[in-house]
């Protein structure tokens, strides 16, 4: 669970500003996937919107209620994967699950601001909360009609 300080603080520091400010909230008209996911321990729900042309995202938005953690994870999320290759973006998901869930994790270059994350393992009853956004993702790049939850 060893998360270094600095990185704690930083953790502490974006989960507040894009909490506050979530970057891309809001409906994607021209969205060619999108997904609900529903995070029932802790009622966070969100919509992923997504632009996705040749394999690439172009654009990615995202609305929903939740927790300061699922917002700023959805906020940050849109905001990495906007340009990105769909492969890039699977492999990102990995990377961020990883990062979330295993003792020692590095986050590997692609993860960008996104490594500040790795504080989320010191609350593990939060862990949901910040994945909740990147499974409704996978779920929007899969064509799913059905909505996703955590549980
Ligand atoms: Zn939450």
Not at 87 to 109: G, I, K, S, Y
């Amino acid at each position: 669970m060893k998360v270094a300080p600095e990185l704690r603080e930083l953790y502490q520091e974006m989960i507040v500003d894009h909490g506050r400010r979530p970057r891309n909230l809001r409906r994607l008209e021209r969205a060619t996937c999108r997904a609900e996911g529903f995070n029932p321990l802790c009622g966070d729900r969100v919509t992923v919107y997504l632009d996705c042309n040749d394999g690439v995202i172009r654009e990615a938005t995202f609305e929903g209620q939740g927790c300061a953690i699922s917002m700023a994870s959805a906020s940050m999320m849109t905001e990495a994967i906007k340009g990105k290759k769909r492969e890039e973006v699977e492999r990102m998901f990995d990377a961020f699950h990883r990062l979330l869930t295993e003792e020692n994790a590095e986050a590997p270059a692609e993860l960008g601001k996104l490594k500040v994350f790795a504080g989320v393992r010191e609350f593990p009853s939060r862990v949901k909360c910040a994945v909740l956004a990147w499974h409704t993702l996978k779920a929007a790049l899969a064509g799913e009609r059905e909505p996703v939850s955590t549980e």
